[in-house]
């Protein structure tokens, strides 16, 4: 049975996007058609240069594709005005970033508050202590980033990306600057998410065992979908990666 809209938190139609002009154009995104269902936790892998990150920052709405549309839920948010799209990457939907991109004067109360500041122009205290309690950081709401470690800092990152309750939550190698041990933490904090709290979420990473914590990993390679893999090992994961990486175009120069 095909998925009907409402399970389906973002869908991609015909995504196209091409950056430069003819005849030194780079076409990142071919006519790609994907959907990410509600309330799971998706990973995107691929080659360098396979448009991953292009894939993941049209999705959020960073970045607007050449051609195509995307999806969340039922608004077609390619054809949204500026305005608009600002309004929405606000109030319905959270990104998580492999540098942090934390406010360094903030504290980490304050930080996961700023998202509410720009959209409501008041500070929701409660809110933001109740979210770092959630990602294990209920002692360390004073604390200003350059105190706290990377893990703490990338699990800051994602109570930020949460404070809006967003109906997406995208995240950029979110363990690509970690060690393996808080990489594990931030993934299965992540997992608990979708778990517990119905969250989706869809991250692109070149991990294979980060890939191994999502319900199903996609592929691509020159900018289309090669495959799918429910319920991934990082065995297999990896594998695979390893085929689409010896059989990529390899880049000039």
Known sequence: ?????????????????????????????????????????????????????????????????????VFLGDTDISTLSERELTALRRNRIGFVFQSFNLMAALTAAQNVALPLRLARGRVEADRAHQ?????????????????????????????????????????????????????????????????????????VTHDPVAAAFADRVTFLADGRVSGHLDKPTAAVVADLMTALEETAPKEAG
């Open 1 to 69: 049975m095909g998925s009907s809209p409402s399970s389906d938190a973002v869908r991609l139609v015909r995504l196209t996007k091409v950056h430069g002009t003819a005849p030194h154009e780079v076409v990142a995104l071919n006519a790609i058609d994907l959907t990410f269902r509600r309330g799971t936790f998706s990973a995107v892998m691929g080659p360098s240069g396979s448009g991953k990150t292009t894939l993941l920052q049209c999705a959020a709405g960073l970045d607007r594709p050449t051609d195509g549309a």
């Open 131 to 203: 979210l770092l309690a959630q990602v294990g950081l209920g002692n360390r709401t004073t604390h200003r980033p350059a105190s706290l470690s990377g893990g703490q800092q990338q699990r800051v990152a994602i109570a930020r990306a949460l404070a809006g309750n967003p109906e997406v939550v995208f995240a950029d190698e979110p363990t690509g600057a970690l060690d393996s041990r808080n990489s594990r933490d931030v993934l299965e904090l992540l997992r608990k998410l979708v778990d517990d709290e119905g969250q989706t979420v869809v991250t």
